[in-house]
């Protein structure tokens, strides 16, 4: 079956969020490289003109003006002035802050450290004189340079959340609309059928008070009579979804049985042979807050699901109950054709069926009515093509 839309929109968005975050990256990584190699050739330009200097004839009239105005002025990051052996000059030093409390030797041991610091991140420039390095550069990238590292991580971030953000508000939007979907469906269909099941009943109580009526026609009604009450039943549970149902302590063994018998007696009608089991694996009572009619529903769709399964009309379906100190698990387990793997996720999406006929929102409205009106958990706990599937329901004690 098809992805539903949304989950198209959802990898679409993601999908864009994705190159968007790549582009920025780019970007930001380009102008960081961009503005390093301009901040090594104001060094380099800093170390060779101290170099000219150096090296310049001392009786030679020189105009280091523009060493200051042009060259000097513009660096904006550490740098530091050190002899051969990295010992940091006197003085010579820019764009560093310390502590004016240092005394000369913690001053000059600072100015060491971040020698160190300095020659991992850009490597030193050495300033010669008739070949022989007297002097080193090292230098830090600027302020600028620093941040902009940073902007990929900030952009990764903001995206990121972005991402979060948007997905949870289109997936509580969806939700919402679902939701309201399902009550007005069900406020609707409870209001439809309640007229003509009211009417529907009170022509049976009139055939019921008929005296001249054989015990087969007596037989009929009685039939009559159960199917209305059935189908009322269907009624009131269509007309809780929507309001919160009351929730009391049922034992749940009872509520399973009934469910048990009411299948029992239309499986023959289905033409299949079906064997339904309830298997407690504990005498203890295992009681749960449910709403009895609710509940039964949930159980009634499961068993439904589980006699679709069965394609030569034979099989077993057993409930199982069982608990621990804080949950009661019901396993609903078949021997039928199972379910492949990868359409698992979606069996409780609204819509999804495998079968020809149904609107595939049965296990959806299970659910529902599991996890948000019983505050339990339904899912599928095992399932092997060819060998079955087994579904589980858990509900706090």
Known sequence: MAKPISANI??????????IIVVLLWYSQSLV???QEREREIVRLYAKTIEYVANADPSSSLDLTFLFTEVIQTIDFPIILSYPDNTPKPDSYRNVKIDSTF??????????KLIDE?????????IKYQNSIVEIVHYDESNLVKKLRWLPFYEILISAIFIIIGYIGFSYIKRNEQSNIWVGMSKETAHQLG??????IGWVELLKSNENLDEKAKNYILEMENDLLRLKKVTSRFSKIGSLPELKPQELDIIINRVIEYFSKRIPQMQKTVSIELIKLSDDPMIAEVNPELFEWVLENLIKNSLDAFDSGKGNINISLSQNEKYIFIDVADNGKGIDPKF???IFRPGYSTKKRGWGLGLSLSKRII???????????????????TFRIRLKK
């Open 118 to 126: 300095m020659d991992k991140v850009n490597p030193p420039i050495f």
């Open 195 to 200: 007229t003509p099941l009211s009417s529907l």
């Open 10 to 19: 959802k990898a679409s968005l993601l999908i864009i969020a994705v190159i």
């Open 33 to 35: 490289e961009k503005l």
């Open 371 to 389: 996890e948000i009106y019983h505050n339990g958990k339904i899912f599928i706990k095992e399932t092997h093509l060819g060998k079955g599937t």
């Open 103 to 112: 005394t000369q030797e913690e001053k000059i041991k600072y100015l060491k």
């Open 344 to 346: 698992a996720k979606d």
